[in-house]
């Protein structure tokens, strides 16, 4: 009798975080569209004109402070070191879309641009924000993709610093373990001879889990953030490609390991 009622306080115990997560995506969700649809006309002014777009990353570092207050979010720096000179390449790991938001709010003070996947370009309204203000990468398009590292290098050269989630997406699962880095980002750094600022972002699949994961959970808290120190051009340049994503892989990497030691012991097994 004692087991079936620990069962059923287990059972109740999931149906409720699964409603509570559920109600939590859904209130992210209005006020995402709230603030999407607020700023909207705002963005659509700033893009009239080339010369003005360069304010839109003011509008975004707004929205991605609405998006913290409203929904009860704070940052923990555990590890926050000193960036460098403009412009540079931020790579970090992706569990959560709060990485993209909470980007703007960590890095307020120097205009970049996202490069993503070409995918977004399906969502109506986000397809304005992202299409003209950051880079689609097209990557089942070799011409389109060619194009896209082109553009980046464009940026880089009128002064826009990078921001590139180097696994290519949130991963399917087993978050968060990491998946290999794609070497486009380390690429461009070279190319560019651009410093790379490695990110660490711990726990943000826990506040806000991919919404297509249906049991996935959500809910407001402490975001831990690891602000790793960057490399500095010289040794971006000094050292092969493979060499570099292998590096800030395991910086990256690392807190993750610390966090949670069933990776340590999945990767012994």
């Not at 997560?21 to 963005?43: D, M, N, Q, R, T």
Request: aromatic share 18%; proline share 7%; glycine share 4%.
């Amino acid at each position: 009798m004692i087991d079936f009622y620990v069962k059923l306080l287990h059972l109740t115990m999931r149906v409720l975080v699964f409603v509570g997560s559920f109600l939590w995506k859904v209130y992210i969700g209005i006020v995402f569209a709230i603030f999407a649809i607020l700023l909207y006309p705002f963005f659509l002014l700033l893009l009239w004109r080339k010369s003005w777009r360069k304010y839109s990353f003011k509008l975004f570092i707004f929205w991605s402070w609405m998006m913290r207050i409203f929904c009860l979010y704070h940052l923990r720096y555990v590890k926050k070191s000193e960036l460098p000179e403009p412009p540079y390449i931020i790579i970090a790991n992706h569990t959560s879309y709060l990485d993209i938001f909470f980007m703007y709010s960590i890095f307020p003070d120097h205009p970049f641009v996202f490069l993503g996947k070409s995918e977004i370009l399906s969502y109506p309204i986000i397809r304005t924000y992202f299409q003209d203000l950051n880079i689609p990468v097209f990557r089942n398009d070799k011409r389109k993709a060619a194009r896209s590292y082109i553009e980046a290098i464009k940026k880089v050269e009128q002064g826009y610093s990078l921001v590139i989630f180097p696994e290519g997406g949130i991963p399917d699962d087993d978050i968060p373990r990491m998946k290999r880095f794609k070497e486009g980002a380390f690429k461009l750094a070279k190319s560019s001879k651009i410093p790379l600022i490695p990110v660490t972002f711990s726990n943000n699949f826990k506040l806000f889990s991919d919404p297509t994961h249906h049991h996935g959970t959500a809910r407001p808290g402490i975001s831990r953030v690891y602000i790793h120190e960057f490399i500095p051009k010289e040794k971006v340049i000094e050292m092969e490609v493979s060499d570099l994503a292998n590096y800030c892989f395991r910086e990256i990497n690392q807190p993750l390991m610390d966090e949670y030691p069933r990776l340590k012991d999945e990767k012994a097994q």
